[in-house]
């Protein structure tokens, strides 16, 4: 069965302290790796879109990559703002979401 | 701003009760989605619609019910025979259209049983 496996399922970091969230994914034919953040109580939101491998995507402090079996998406010098769960998503003939990793960032 | 407007954000439901949750987007986006979340687990796919009048079942669509009579608007109503109901609901939208497309979403409703 296809599956999207995020980790780890918690993160807690400093403020400051760069890391990286994992998605790894057994689809085949995948069309798309989509990356959300997601607030407590409210809709997912959008931020980058992953199509081959070797690609990369950047907004402010996060930086997404895709290989062949999986995304990370890289927190440099994370900020308290960071805070919130990041959903990963992929497409090949309907959407599968991850767990998603919780993050907390800490002053 | 276009968006999408879950309403209400809360919601209980009684015994034997149906439930309809409210989905309105002003994207012109062709698709439209529920998802229900539960904590620990990734969005599962209830129902979606491609077009209006045209909706199909996703992995979990037992006792759930959808209509798409306005390309705008996609209500879920949660039947008496869906059991296990608590959980936050999502609505997403995307444009139709070659390649792979991102889904954009509401901010929720959280339905509870009294």
């Known amino acids: 069965e296809d599956q999207v496996t995020q980790s780890p399922e918690a993160l807690r970091l400093q403020e400051g302290e760069s890391s990286s969230l994992n998605c790894s994914y057994t689809v085949s034919g995948l069309r798309g790796l989509f990356w959300y953040r997601q607030d407590p109580g409210k809709g997912p939101e959008f931020l980058f879109t992953?199509?081959?491998a070797g690609e990369e995507k950047e907004k402010e402090r996060l930086k997404a990559t895709l290989t062949k079996k999986e995304s990370f998406l890289h927190i440099t010098a994370p900020k308290p703002e960071d805070s919130a769960t990041y959903l990963c998503a992929v497409q090949y003939n309907d959407m599968r979401f991850g767990a998603g990793t919780r993050l907390t960032v800490k002053p | 701003d276009g968006g999408i407007t879950q309403s209400p954000k809360y919601l209980f439901r009684k015994e034997g009760q149906n439930v309809t949750l409210s989905c309105e987007q002003n994207?012109?986006?062709?698709?439209m989605y529920w998802y229900r979340q539960d904590p620990g687990q990734g969005l599962r796919l209830i129902y979606y619609s491609q077009i209006v009048n045209d909706f199909q079942k996703g992995d979990i669509a037992e006792g759930y019910s959808v209509s798409r009579e306005k390309k705008e608007s996609f209500p879920l109503t949660v039947t008496s025979a869906q059991k296990n109901p608590t959980a936050f609901y999502l609505c997403a939208s995307s444009p139709s259209g070659p390649g792979s497309k991102p889904q954009h979403f509401g901010d929720g409703t959280r339905l509870s049983i009294l």
């Open positions: 992953l199509y081959s």
């Open positions: 994207l012109n986006h062709d698709a």
